[in-house]
């Protein structure tokens, strides 16, 4: 792999050279390649099997301000000059803009850390099947009531990024993504539910066990069954950790360069403002080893480093690319691409306590439709979980909305669980919401 990196960053020297050569002021390329395995079973028998191998490259030439882009999956050097002709080709018909560019010089990660991110799996189809089908038994062995299974599956990808730009830089580094995942129903009677778990991993050795992945599907799914509905009230929310991720993704949504310039964010001009109470502290790391979305660098070869988003309930920073941050007259926050590796700080109650100290209200484990405002911040999502009366779950519930204004909802965060064991790249526990609109029958 190593060697492939080499070979690919030649490759960014030398396309960026031929922009040179093209007439460009300016020119950076990114070029990624990956290979993978995904195999699935469904009902003890293998369902599919794909290898894939992919590779692709985008160069964008700037005349001055102008700026055009080209696309290429053909890595021959004959294809690389055409998609650099090309990009020249647009760069030369289109408006200036002022603000496009490359991210300044001086911000550029020429010394970057070693993130631990490459870990490939030798894994053949048979020992990827054992391990599917692993999974997907020890999902129907849980209950009776397993009834039907929609698959386990399992995917194992190694890759490499290379970015380079006429400024001076380029780097690369090799990631690899392994994951498990099972998706299962349970049925009684005329009643079924279907749910599923998985985990995802840059070192295949620390993924969960089969058996775990397994039976936490199949204990989702039996949880599930004969729900009921709720009349309309007004309760208190307590999102589950596996979906209070999705509460942070809208949070970082709106504080984004390109939704601030555009006045399209619920959390206009909110720099320094109380957006959640004085206890919250929301950090984004890039550089955690091993970690989902750690990367030593941004999208435009920017140095990436930690920083809080809130600290004592305000905002401290926006995410910004050289762009959004050029249009906003700011600096880039090194974050084109995206935000890397959230966390929020949590309390010490575990969900059992959680659920104890707020008495009655609802448990929230699974959220449809993609019902939120992003630029007014209303928020409304078919629900289904639980019914918690005298601190425990009395029984599942669905066919509810659950509805309220993300920014009262991030007042309204009285606490974070410790529940903190899920798979992905933000780290949070459940969310205790004060108090949300439940609409039922």
């Known amino acids: 792999m190593s060697r492939n990196i080499e070979q690919l960053e030649s490759m960014v020297a030398d396309l960026l050279s031929e922009a040179k050569k093209q007439g460009a002021s300016a020119a950076d390329a990114a070029v990624s390649s990956s290979a993978g395995l995904s195999l699935t079973v469904r009902m003890g028998d293998v369902e599919t099997i794909e290898h894939t191998r992919d590779q692709g490259l985008s160069v964008t030439v700037y005349f001055g301000h102008r700026k055009g882009s080209a696309n290429t999956t053909d890595l021959k050097p004959a294809a690389l000059r055409e998609a650099v002709s090309k990009a020249c080709t647009i760069a030369r018909y289109t408006s200036e803009d002022d603000c496009a560019g490359l991210a300044p010089p001086e911000l550029l990660a020429h010394d970057y850390p070693e993130l631990d991110l490459y870990h490939p799996w030798d894994i053949d189809t048979e020992q990827a099947r054992a391990l599917a089908l692993e999974t997907e038994q020890a999902a129907r062995d849980f209950d009776p009531r397993i009834s039907n299974s929609e698959g386990a599956t399992l995917n194992t990808q190694s890759g490499s990024f290379i970015y380079g730009n006429s400024n001076g830089f380029v780097g690369g580094y090799p990631t690899t993504r ?57 309760a208190p929310v307590i999102f589950h950790a596996d979906i209070a991720p999705h509460l942070l993704r809208s949070f970082t949504g709106a504080i984004r360069g390109h939704a601030q310039y555009r006045q399209s964010s619920f959390l206009l001009d909110s720099l320094q403002q109380q957006i959640f109470p004085e206890w919250v502290e929301i950090l984004e790391d890039p550089h955690i080893p091993r970690e989902l979305a750690s990367a030593p660098f941004d999208n435009e070869g920017v140095a990436t480093n930690a920083k809080h988003l809130i600290r004592d309930g305000r905002l401290q920073t926006y995410l910004l690319d050289s762009y959004s941050a050029c249009r906003l007259g700011m600096q880039t926050t090194g974050n084109a691409g995206g935000v890397r590796n959230l966390s929020i700080n949590t309390g010490n109650l575990s969900l059992e306590q959680m659920l104890r100290e707020m008495g009655r209200g609802l448990l929230v484990t699974e959220l449809m439709g993609q019902g939120i405002n992003s630029v007014t911040g209303d928020y409304s999502r078919g629900a289904a979980g639980f019914w ?36 992905g790249s933000v780290h949070t526990g459940s969310w205790w919401i004060a108090q949300m609109t439940i609409a039922g029958n």
């Not at 994951?179 to 969960?208: F, H, N, P, T």
């Not at 779950?393 to 899920?422: R, S």
Request: glycine content about 8%; hydrophobic content about 30%; aromatic content about 6%.
């Open 178 to 234: 392994h994951g498990l995942s099972c998706v299962i129903l349970a049925q009684d009677g005329d009643c079924m539910q279907r749910d599923y778990w998985y985990d995802s991993r840059r070192d295949w050795q620390e993924l969960k066990s089969p058996q775990s992945i397994g039976e936490k599907a199949a204990r989702n799914a039996v949880a599930k069954l004969h729900g009921r509905k709720l009349g309309t009230c007004q």
């Open 388 to 423: 918690v009366e005298h601190g425990e779950i009395q029984y599942p519930v669905e066919e509810i909305t659950i509805a309220g204004n993300l920014k009262d909802m991030y007042q309204q965060l009285l606490a974070v669980g410790n529940d903190t064991d899920i798979p």
